[in-house]
């Protein structure tokens, strides 16, 4: 979006605010700094943030009436920032994206081969050395593809809740579970 790549070009990203939808159809939308809004913390920590009640803001709408093109314009741009830009940081931020065919890899050593992070690393940066790996980022997209409880009706899981329903079904049907120390099930008859 031509919006988007005017803020990193300036130093700084946009994020969606509030938006205004008429039958479905978005007719209205705000933009504004990522340092936009405030934070406050439940910590008794010291944390620090990036909201910093930035003031920049753009408001854009696509009006239904007497707009056949569909035109998008812009009613209000707020220009100033709290804070310094500095496009060095969007380029770095840019840079370490990992690419589609990183994120594919990933994809394929976290749900099939099961490889943690170190393993993922190495792979990495063999595979694309010239390309920057932060743990953080690994992690984080490593993180996207585990299984979660929603995600965990495996084989296993899909037969045993077969065989109780044919039990429900069925009242001469058996059913016998085996599970370990670690509640691992180790047995299914």
Not at 31 to 46: D, K, Q
Not at 54 to 80: A, M, Q, T
Not at 127 to 155: E, G, M, W
Request: net charge positive; with cysteine; charged share 25%.
């Amino acid at each position: 979006m031509f919006l988007n790549e005017w803020a990193k070009q300036q130093g700084f990203y946009l994020i969606k605010d509030h938006v205004t939808r008429d039958d479905g159809v978005i007719c209205r939308r705000t933009f504004i700094c990522s340092h936009a809004c405030t934070y406050e913390s439940n910590s008794s920590r010291n944390t620090a943030t990036k909201k910093l009640n930035c003031p920049f803001s753009i408001n854009v709408s696509c009006p239904k009436n007497k707009n056949p093109e569909g035109l998008v314009s812009i009613n209000k741009i707020n220009e100033d920032h709290n804070h310094p830009l500095n496009r060095s940081i969007i380029e770095f931020e840019e840079s370490k994206k990992f690419t589609m065919e990183m994120i594919e890899d990933i994809k394929f050593m976290t749900i099939h081969c099961k490889f943690g992070a170190t393993s993922q690393r190495k792979f990495l940066e063999g595979k694309f050395p010239s390309h920057p790996i932060f743990s953080k980022d690994l992690y984080a997209t490593i993180k996207k593809f585990c299984p979660n409880s929603k995600s965990l009706s495996n084989d296993a899981a899909q037969i045993s809740n077969w065989l109780d329903n044919e039990k429900e079904k069925d009242s001469r049907w058996v059913v016998i579970r085996g599970w370990d120390d670690d509640n691992t099930l180790t047995y299914l008859f």
